[in-house]
């Protein structure tokens, strides 16, 4: 966990992407965000993601901690990072992205 | 339809390939390998032997197979994520990603295929209010590693969307997880 993890993650099941895929053989041309439907924050994802994997509870490091054992690329996933909306891949690709697995219940 | 898909043995091939054969479609893998040809053939994939860095071998394949699609799922990732790992990688896979386009479109163009869909980026968007739809920009001022792959994915795609007569898709996915990827128990970052 690097700083209060506020950078938003876009995840998308590999399941989930591959039907997009199929999906895209015969939408309008153009570009789809295929991701899931409810971005999270790092500082929730992260957690959830060693919780469903049976793993301890991940490290606290400050961003400065983080710059210097991870580099900047690391810090800005954690605290910078932006989530993308699938509004137009679910209208135009039928997508129906399942909620993250790792979060139980789901947040939404 | 008949689909051709480059890069048909990363996290998304398996998947990939079985969704398109459910669809009724028919699927060829590029493959570089024998070993990547029989695994595809394992898959119920046909196989295509070609280089994709190899742009004679990628138009003879095409002209081969005459898709009505091309997919291309092209990444040179490392199996482990480390810092060290994606550091040494970054070359090979910038150079796979924008010279397998390059010789994926040239070979589009000249063989008519009709559709290209390509991998892209949806967790880059340049930071703003709430989430990014798709007339947002990457993040082209973010840390250095990130800024690059911003770069690369906005080649990408622009090299596709200015190749005349093709339908293109980019699909800009988000962080893959699940079975095959670094996020699953058994994969790295579960490790």
């Known amino acids: 966990m690097i700083g209060k993890g506020e950078g938003v993650w876009s995840w998308v099941h590999i399941e989930d992407a591959a039907a997009a895929t199929v999906a ?27 919780r469903a994997v049976g793993a301890a509870e991940p490290p606290r490091l400050t961003k400065q901690q983080a710059l210097d054992s991870f580099g900047a690329d690391q810090v800005y996933y954690a605290t910078r990072l932006r989530g993308a909306s699938n509004g137009k891949a679910m209208r135009e690709l039928h997508f129906e992205p399942r909620p993250l697995e790792w979060l139980q219940p789901p947040r939404k | 339809m008949r689909v051709i898909l ?16 459910d669809a009724g479609h028919a699927v060829f893998g590029l493959a570089r390998s024998p070993e990547s040809a029989r695994a595809l053939s394992d ?33 040179a990732l490392p199996a482990h994520y480390t810092e060290a790992e994606m550091t040494a990688a970054a070359p090979r896979d910038h150079k796979v990603r924008t010279e397998g386009n390059a010789n994926l479109l040239a070979a589009i163009s000249e063989g008519g295929v009709r559709r290209y869909i390509l991998q892209s980026s949806g967790f880059w968007y340049a930071p703003g209010a709430g989430l990014a739809d798709e007339s947002e920009q990457f ?11 911003t770069r690369t994915y906005a080649e990408l795609e622009s090299s596709a969307s200015g190749t005349p007569g093709i339908e293109f898709v980019a699909l800009r996915y988000g962080f893959f997880y699940g079975p095959g990827t670094w996020y699953c128990s058994e994969g790295d970052m579960g490790d």
């Not at chain 1, 053989?25 to 060693?50: K, Q, R």
């Not at chain 2, 480059?6 to 054969?21: C, D, E, M, N, S």
């Not at chain 2, 295509?48 to 898709?67: G, K, Y």
């Open chain 1, 24 to 50: 895209a053989l015969e939408c309008a041309p153009g570009a789809y965000n295929v991701v899931d439907s409810d971005p999270t924050p790092h500082h929730i994802c992260l957690p959830a993601f060693a």
């Open chain 2, 6 to 21: 480059a890069g048909p043995t990363g996290a998304i091939g398996r998947p990939l390939i079985r969704q398109l054969k």
């Open chain 2, 139 to 149: 993040a082209f001022n973010a840390t250095p590693g990130i800024a690059a792959g």
């Open chain 2, 43 to 75: 898959a119920g994939a046909g196989a295509v032997t070609a280089d994709v860095l190899n742009a004679a071998a990628v138009r003879a394949a095409i002209a081969r197979i005459r898709p009505d699609a091309v997919i291309n799922e092209l990444t």
